[in-house]
């Protein structure tokens, strides 16, 4: 028989952007209901996306580390891993990960559904479960928090066993020799990492002219260079015409009339907002052709007392940023505004081998504006923890402001950059003469330490200044 439930809001979603909203509004003494699909807390993020690819890379950076540090390795001798191999590593991450999560839920008294949500009218759900029963959920205010999935094009088998995409490449269970990668955005770029540091032959096909084009050229020449030294083929400016599945791999033909045969193709052009089934037509909301959803600064849609965040709105489309914009949404629907905002210089963290990192503007973006601005550089091979740990591939450049030394972009390639990116984020997040340059020049660091890469890029910089 179907119940009919009431709170002061529902969140669609337990993702990082859901996970926000919800911790957001029983802190403020809330009553709330997260409803999620799965039968696990944690959503695409902690199950397909971020929590496992990481997991993925760093089991594989640390087997490129040991062969290639001569303290454990002779040259003689190699360790080696397989996919399914560091999968099992990922896999009890991901498990940690979801008991943690779950465990908020429940000390701050959640009430969960497990099954699907669709509106019924403006303020009433229906959830229904998987053994076809469905209840009804009433609330003030609800947050549509449901993520996104990869985008599948029509002319794609994805049903062949050999043709996956960035969620389903996690149930591989052959050991491939060599892979196809469609699409050189983040995923694709992550994954290539991956691969390739399993010895498995990698062709990275990309649709654009150059890799990662939102970011420092100089970074993105960087990887470009890397991947080229270590053996994965890219080929930019391509489309496919037909991937066609074969008994024992894939063909990619392309428009260019080359064809690339491989064991398998990870398929990783794109994402598409999960908003279809949501039964959006009932309340008079439509999302765009990529499935996302608009929002106002404080999250809400077309209907005031209905807030979309994280991955289903598009941009920047970080976990990151999704978990801050569910507790923004969260605190705008209690006290009617928020006080708070997402901060305008977002971190980007991309975990290829090695790591990418930036805050704030590229040298593209200042040439661009005109703004006259300087660069300074540290080389990792030049600071006495990098040679310690062995981690001397890599770079740190900072930008400023030739006049004010108000530091304008930063950028780091190498081991750890997603963590050494925030030293610096916290120096230009500073209102007025607190963003300077010389912050870096005037404090004193740990020694030896990863960071003193911005005492060296600092000094750098100010030394071109006349």
């Known amino acids: 028989m179907q119940q009919h439930f009431h709170f002061d809001a529902i969140v669609i979603g337990s993702g990082p952007g859901g996970e926000g909203a919800a911790m957001g509004l029983v802190k403020q003494g809330a009553r709330v209901a997260v409803i999620e699909r799965y039968n696990n807390v944690g959503g695409g993020c902690t199950h397909w996306g971020t929590i496992p690819s990481k997991a993925l890379r760093h089991a594989v950076s640390r087997i490129i580390e040991f062969n290639q540090n001569p303290l454990y390795s002779d040259n003689s001798r190699a360790i080696s891993s397989s996919f399914s191999d560091i999968l099992r590593h990922a896999d009890r991450v991901i498990n940690q990960q979801t008991r943690m999560r779950q465990g908020f839920y429940d000390r701050n008294h959640c009430q969960m559904f497990s099954g699907d949500a669709s509106f019924v009218d403006a303020k009433t759900l229906n959830v229904r479960y998987a053994d076809g029963t469905s209840d009804r959920l009433t609330a003030d205010n609800i947050v549509i928090a449901t993520g996104s999935r990869p985008y599948r094009p029509e002319n794609v088998d994805f049903t062949h066993e050999r043709i996956y995409d960035s969620d389903t490449i996690l149930q591989l269970s052959h050991e491939p020799q060599h892979v196809i990668i469609y699409g050189a955005g983040v995923i694709g770029c992550e994954y290539a990492s991956i691969f390739r540091g399993l010895s498995v032959k990698v062709d990275l096909i990309n649709t654009r002219d150059r890799l990662l084009a939102f970011l420092d050229q100089e970074m993105s020449d960087a990887l470009s260079y890397h991947f080229w030294n270590n053996g994965v083929v890219i080929r930019h400016n391509e489309e496919f015409e037909q991937i066609e599945g074969t008994p024992d791999g894939v063909i990619v033909h392309l428009k260019s009339g080359k064809k690339v045969k491989a064991d398998c193709l990870l398929y990783a052009n794109g994402r598409t907002g999960n908003t279809s089934g949501l039964g959006l037509e009932n309340i ?59 901060i305008d210089d977002i971190p980007t963290g991309i975990y290829t081998i090695p790591e990418i990192s930036s805050v704030g503007k590229t040298e593209q973006e200042l040439t ?76 004193t660091f740990n020694y030896p330490t990863m960071a003193e890469a911005y005492r060296v890029a600092a000094l750098n910089g100010l030394n071109r200044l006349f």
């Not at 909301?285 to 709105?313: C, F, W």
């Not at 530091?407 to 925030?422: D, N, P, S, V, W």
């Open 368 to 443: 661009a504006m005109k703004v006259p601005y300087e660069v300074g550089r540290a080389q990792f091979k030049h600071l006495a923890r990098a040679q310690i740990v062995g981690m001397d591939v890599g770079s740190l450049k900072i930008l400023f402001h030739r006049e004010t030394k108000q530091i304008l972009g930063i950028h780091c390639f190498g081991e750890r950059a997603a963590e050494i990116i925030h030293i610096g984020q916290a120096i230009m997040e500073q209102k007025g003469e607190g963003n300077t340059l010389e912050y870096f020049v005037n404090t």
């Open 284 to 342: 008079g909301l439509e999302a765009d052709s990529r499935g996302l959803l608009k929002v106002n600064s404080m999250y809400q849609t077309a209907l005031p007392h209905v807030y979309a965040v994280g991955d289903v709105i598009g941009y920047p489309s970080l976990a990151s940023a999704a978990y801050d914009q569910g507790r923004i949404a969260a605190q705008a629907m209690i006290q009617g505004e928020a006080q708070v905002h997402l």
